[in-house]
């Protein structure tokens, strides 16, 4: 069965901290993307890379860094983390061309404290 | 891209049709209806997909207009697991780069 897989599915952290949230697809996919998901206000778009080390921003990336060094891995990278990062974080990939839906991960819900 | 409309909420009884209706009626004509749902706690999960025609498979059917403004997705025998939220979205096919969601019909299956 086709996976992406997150490294955490709860995570708690300080304020301050340098956050580094993991994602992992198995489909050989060329498009992973990371979303941030908050009530009342749907999933919005941080970051997404087309490609090996390429990214592009999304539509909210302040605050944020991604890392693709591999195809198969999309890191997400809070650099000081603060309280209204606290939100779900979802990790989705998708083929390049043609389009046969996104895959998405189960979540990271992390909580800034 | 298209922004599509949705109503908030719906409800339906187990075991009946659950149809699921989108407004997209400033769609183009490259780009697809999607349909994604989201059971509490998990990430989104694929449903469907369709650009003109009718499309089926082994979790819904989707009916799109004659001219393209809308569309209905259906759940042929709603049972308790479909209850979700469920999004609708437009996107040009050769575009995978994002998609645009909205906050979709949270839908309610009932015993």
């Known amino acids: 069965d086709v996976k992406v897989t997150q490294s955490s599915r709860y995570l708690v952290k300080r304020t301050g901290e340098k956050v580094f949230l993991e994602c992992v697809q198995d489909m050989d996919h060329e498009n992973m993307f990371w979303y941030r998901q908050d009530p009342g206000l749907g999933l919005r778009l941080i970051y997404f890379s087309y490609d090996v080390k390429m990214k592009e921003k999304g539509d909210i990336p302040e605050g944020y860094s991604v890392s693709r060094e591999k195809k198969e891995r999309f890191s997400l990278i809070l650099e000081s983390a603060s309280t209204n990062q606290t939100s779900m974080y979802l990790c989705?990939?998708?083929?390049?061309?043609?389009?046969?839906?996104?895959?998405f991960g189960s979540g990271t819900r992390l909580t800034v404290v | 891209d298209a922004k599509t409309t949705q109503p908030p909420s719906m409800d339906c009884a187990e075991g009946r049709a659950a149809n699921l209706p989108c407004n997209h009626s400033?769609?183009?004509?490259?780009?697809?209806v999607y349909w994604y749902r989201q059971i509490h706690s998990q990430g989104p999960q694929y449903i469907i997909h369709g650009l003109k025609n009718n499309e089926t498979n082994e979790m819904a059917s989707l009916i799109i207009t004659e001219d393209r403004k809308s569309s209905t997705l259906i759940l042929p025998h709603a049972t308790l697991r479909d209850t979700a939220v469920y999004y609708c979205?437009?996107?040009?096919?050769?575009?995978?780069?994002?998609?645009?969601w909205g906050l979709g019909t949270s839908l309610a299956v009932n015993p």
């Open positions: 989705a990939s998708s083929l390049q061309v043609g389009s046969y839906g996104y895959t």
């Open positions: 400033t769609i183009s004509g490259n780009e697809y």
């Open positions: 979205i437009a996107e040009n096919a050769g575009n995978n780069r994002k998609l645009i």
